[in-house]
Every structure is written in structure tokens, then in C-alpha cells.
């Protein structure tokens, strides 16, 4: 069976600082991994994903993601964050060819000026 | 371009009440998807679709039920609400082929927020 978790529920960051947010995963088979961001009232929106290929990948707004199977983690970066970041964000794995993805519990970052 | 839209977007409900949370995709996805979002609780899968008359169970399928007569529609019905369903519903939709991926990406209603009273 799958599934994701995500290291701490809220992440706090001064604007112009690293951001971080650690996604570690289980899987019986190669995965596919995903990051998505939900801004309030909204629904969720790709941020990056992993299927295969280059393990580090780039996504939108400047965030990218490495994919280690050794340390099975998807850590999402992003070298500088701006108030706009401020989301709950959330890592997905998907057994590949299944379509079926599977949630992390969410992260949510709070960006102060 | 309308995506996947959902309706209603608020809706309350007293316990032992039926209804139907409805969604419909315009992108021609294969694949579509009903989860719940709880505080603490991420995104859960109640049941997924790879296709017209083909449904599956997720996570927390128990008092759900779905069906998919049409690629864009995929109407999601609790049969007797019970407080423990309050939560935020979303449909998602991805042209996901079961022979393999064309397309990772989920793309996502904005929510049907329920309260069972």
C-alpha cells in the first residue's frame, strides 16, 4: 500500500528565507509523486510532479522537489519565499499507472514580512 | 473553459437526509475522482473512476456511493448523511489511461462544503 507523510503540519519562514517542507513516502512500486499547493477556499493546484526520469524537478512560482529513493523522500523547495507562498501544501504518491493518487496530511506555510 | 465544476457549493444537511454532490469535467478526462478534506486529515479518497461505467472504492468509500454513466459526469450520493460526513468535497478529474499515464495532473473543483446537523 501507499502512502505520504508530510513533516509538520505548519511551517513558518521569513519572506526572502529558504523554504522547506518534507514529504516522505511508501511505496510497493516505483511511484509518482506530486506536490500541490491550496490556496483558501479553493481547490488544489500542481505544483510539480516526479514520474521519471531527472530527479530533480522544477515546478511553478520557483518551488522544485528531489526525488531519493534511497531516503524515499520528495522534499519541496524554493530559495526564497514571498507573502504570496503563504498555502497549505500538500505531497501525493500514485502507484504508477493507476491514476490514483494519495495525500499527505498537508503542510501549511505561513510566510512573515 | 469551464474545467470541473461542482455543485452545490454549500449545502446542510439533518442526519438521515439523501443527497447528491454533482461534477461535471469538459476536458474529456478518462479519470475522475471524489475525495474529502478534514482538518489534520489531507485530502481522502472516497472513489475513483478510469472511465464510463467503471467505478472503484478509495479510502473511506462506507455511505458513499458513485457512478459514471458519462465521461463528464460523476455525481457522488450519501445515502443517509451522518455527521461524521461535515467535511469539504472535491472533485478531481486527470487524463490518466490505465495502459499508462499521458498526464499526471489532478485538476480540481473548488469544493462542496457539507454540514450534517
Known amino acids: 500500500a501507499q502512502s505520504v507523510t508530510q513533516l509538520g503540519s505548519h511551517v513558518s519562514v521569513s519572506e526572502g528565507a529558504l523554504v522547506l517542507l518534507r514529504c516522505n513516502y511508501s511505496?510497493?512500486?516505483?511511484?509518482?509523486l506530486f506536490w500541490y499547493v491550496q490556496y483558501p477556499n479553493q481547490g488544489l493546484q500542481l505544483l510539480l510532479k516526479?514520474?521519471?526520469?531527472?530527479?530533480l524537478v522544477k515546478g511553478i512560482n520557483g518551488f522544485e522537489a528531489e526525488f531519493k529513493k534511497s531516503e524515499t523522500s520528495f522534499h519541496l523547495t524554493k530559495p526564497s519565499a514571498h507573502m504570496s507562498d503563504a498555502a497549505e501544501y500538500f505531497c501525493?504518491?500514485?502507484?504508477?499507472?493507476?491514476?490514483?493518487?494519495?495525500f499527505g496530511q498537508g503542510t501549511t506555510l505561513q510566510v512573515k514580512p | 473553459n469551464a474545467g470541473v465544476t461542482q455543485t452545490p457549493k454549500f449545502q446542510v444537511l439533518k442526519t438521515g437526509q439523501s443527497m447528491t454532490l454533482q461534477c461535471a469535467q469538459d476536458?474529456?478526462?478518462?479519470?475522475m475522482s471524489w475525495y474529502r478534506q478534514d482538518p489534520g486529515m489531507g485530502l481522502r479518497l472516497i472513489h475513483y473512476?478510469?472511465?464510463?461505467?467503471?467505478?472503484d472504492q478509495g479510502e473511506v468509500p462506507n455511505g458513499y456511493n458513485v457512478s459514471r454513466s458519462t465521461t463528464e459526469d460523476f455525481p457522488l450520493r450519501l445515502l443517509s448523511a451522518a455527521p461524521s460526513q461535515t467535511s469539504v468535497y472535491f472533485c478531481?478529474?486527470?487524463?490518466?489511461?490505465?495502459?499508462?499515464?499521458?498526464?499526471?495532473?489532478?485538476?480540481f473543483g473548488e469544493g462542496s462544503r457539507l454540514t450534517v446537523l
Open positions: 478531481a478529474s486527470s487524463q490518466w489511461y490505465l495502459a499508462g499515464p499521458r498526464d499526471g495532473e489532478l485538476f
Open positions: 511505496s510497493s512500486v516505483p511511484p509518482y
Open positions: 516526479y514520474t521519471t526520469g531527472a530527479t
Open positions: 501525493a504518491v500514485s502507484p504508477s499507472n493507476t491514476g490514483k493518487l494519495i
Open positions: 476536458m474529456n478526462h478518462e479519470y
Open positions: 473512476s478510469v472511465g464510463a461505467g467503471i467505478t
